[in-house]
């Protein structure tokens, strides 16, 4: 694998930082054992992952994969994740995403598994920094099929419910995608908690266009 040295001193940067996010995250309980997978975009057609099996909480630069977009091994130890080509397809789809996170966020989690999606309960915030949450339909993890329904929805989302699955974020830097997964969770367990007291509140389509254009004019960390 041959890196510039620009994308070899951006590549340490973001193994760190992969590092750091799975054990932020990891904390949270997002990722249990080994479940989940985290990524960053090193150059237009390259990307670094978590490898097949490794424990998101006790990463080490060992446990991080070189990959093209096409999904073929470029450097590292051990077989990249098993969902690479979900990875593959959010940076194939979306040229501004640089990072993509999935866990699952037991609250999240339980509204994919009943396949209840994430759009009774719209506040403020949660429209203004994370957007709308897609329901992605079930496909076998690691499938042609899930990324192929996940592109569906890519272009206009930056948070994803995977039915019977679990959460996916994008972001354009890896806080951002690990912080839109903690904002998804924390949707999920305020809608859960919610819901039986009452009816949500609705949103306009007027106020929900005015909290999305403010979405649009800021950038979130």
């Given amino acids: ?71 073929n091994k470029l450097g590292g130890e051990g077989g990249p994740t098993s969902e690479l080509n979900m990875h593959c397809t959010a940076y194939r789809v979306r040229q501004d995403v640089r990072a993509v996170v999935h866990a699952h966020p037991p609250t999240a989690t339980c509204f994919a598994a009943t396949s209840t999606p994430l759009d009774k309960l719209m506040l403020p915030e949660m429209v203004v920094l994370l957007g709308p949450v897609a329901l992605v339909p079930y496909a076998t993890p690691g499938s042609k ?32 995608a690990a912080y839109r997964m903690e904002l998804l969770e924390h949707n999920a367990r305020i809608t859960w908690m919610a819901l039986p007291l009452g009816r949500p509140f609705a949103l306009n389509p007027e106020g929900l266009e005015a909290l999305l254009d403010i979405r649009k004019r800021i950038r979130f960390p």
């Avoid at 249990?32 to 670094?48: D, K, P």
């Avoid at 424990?55 to 977009?69: E, F, M, S």
């Avoid at 996940?150 to 972001?171: I, K, M, V």
Wanted: a negative charge; glycine letters at 10%; one cysteine or more.
């Fill in 1 to 71: 694998m041959k890196l510039s040295r620009d994308e070899a001193r951006d590549l340490d940067v973001l193994e760190q930082t992969i590092v750091e996010v799975g054990s932020y995250l990891a904390g949270r309980d997002y990722h249990a054992a080994l479940a989940g997978n985290i990524s960053a975009r090193i150059s237009e057609n390259t990307l670094v992952c978590t490898r097949h099996g490794a424990n998101k909480g006790a990463l080490t630069p060992g446990d991080l994969v070189v990959c093209d977009l096409d999904g």
């Fill in 145 to 176: 099929q899930l990324g192929e329904e996940l592109s569906r929805y890519l272009p206009a989302h930056d948070a994803f419910l995977l039915e019977n699955h679990g959460a996916l974020t994008a972001g354009d830097t890896l806080w951002q």
